[in-house]
T-cell receptor
Framework: GAVVSQHPSRVICKSGTSVKIECRSL??????MFWYRQFPKQSLMLMAT?????????EQGVEKDKFLINHASLTLSTLTVTSAHPEDSSFYIC???????????????????FGPGTRLTVL | AQRVTQPEKLLSVFKGAPVELKCNYS??????LFWYVQYSRQRLQLLLRHISRESIKGFTADLNKGETSFHLKKPFAQEEDSAMYYCALSEADSWGKLQFGAGTQVVVTP
């Protein structure tokens, strides 16, 4: 199957700094990627939909100025947590939609491939 | 509003026993339903989707629109089935956006 990578896998930063997380589709193109947040022992919560060449779409309650998303190429989306605070500490997961199966349509008949996640700890 | 409900946080079964993970959804349109699995220290991966009507690793799931359910079943659980299972829903024309249930931890004991 297709592979999605995330970098870094783990990051520890000081409060007030910004952290960038990369999500790459290694062997397929993805015009749409998704960013999730997962708290311990909880489910994945969708944060935003990253669209190549256009602005990201954020879910209700997610601060777009806090969580900057850039999808500059068909294989790379980045999530930047700006002015991080301890409450931003979480597990961040990205997924990429395989356009080849969906044929470039909004149809959901497709498989999403998930990255391994990035553990962010803000001190 | 919570669209996907998984009522069981933890399911503990013996090896060889049947296992059923419940999933109910709330959506008035035609949803796409999925089951994702996360084994220990591994990434989330697709187990099966309703539209494929397939059996993967002995698991099956049938979409019941009348009961708005998509329960996951396996007649004989194996120890390697121990994992976290998430039911997920994608609305029509949503470009694949997934809404996940809370997840069910399955523990299969010998």
């Amino acid at each position: 199957g297709a592979v999605v990578s995330q970098h870094p896998s783990r990051v520890i930063c000081k409060s007030g700094t910004s952290v960038k997380i990369e999500c790459r589709s290694l062997d397929f193109q993805a015009t749409t990627m998704f960013w999730y947040r997962q708290f311990p022992k909880q489910s994945l919560m969708l944060m935003a939909t990253s669209n190549e060449g256009s602005k990201a779409t954020y879910e209700q309650g997610v601060e777009k100025d806090k969580f900057l998303i850039n999808h500059a190429s068909l294989t790379l989306s980045t999530l930047t947590v700006t002015s991080a605070h301890p409450e931003d500490s979480s597990f961040y997961i990205c997924s990429a939609r395989d356009e080849r199966l969906a044929g470039g349509t909004p149809s959901s008949y497709n498989e999403q491939f998930f990255g391994p996640g990035t553990r962010l700890t803000v001190l | 509003a919570q669209r996907v409900t998984q009522p069981e946080k933890l399911l503990s079964v013996f090896k060889g026993a049947p296992v059923e993970l419940k999933c109910n959804y709330s959506y008035s349109g035609s949803p796409e339903l999925f089951w994702y699995v996360q084994y220990s220290r591994q990434r989330l991966q697709l187990l099966l989707r309703h539209i494929s009507r397939e059996s993967i690793k002995g698991f099956t799931a049938d979409l019941n629109k009348g009961e708005t359910s998509f329960h996951l079943k396996k007649p004989f659980a194996q120890e390697e089935d121990s994992a976290m299972y998430y039911c997920a829903l994608s609305e029509a024309d949503s470009w694949g956006k997934l809404q996940f249930g809370a997840g069910t931890q399955v523990v299969v004991t010998p």
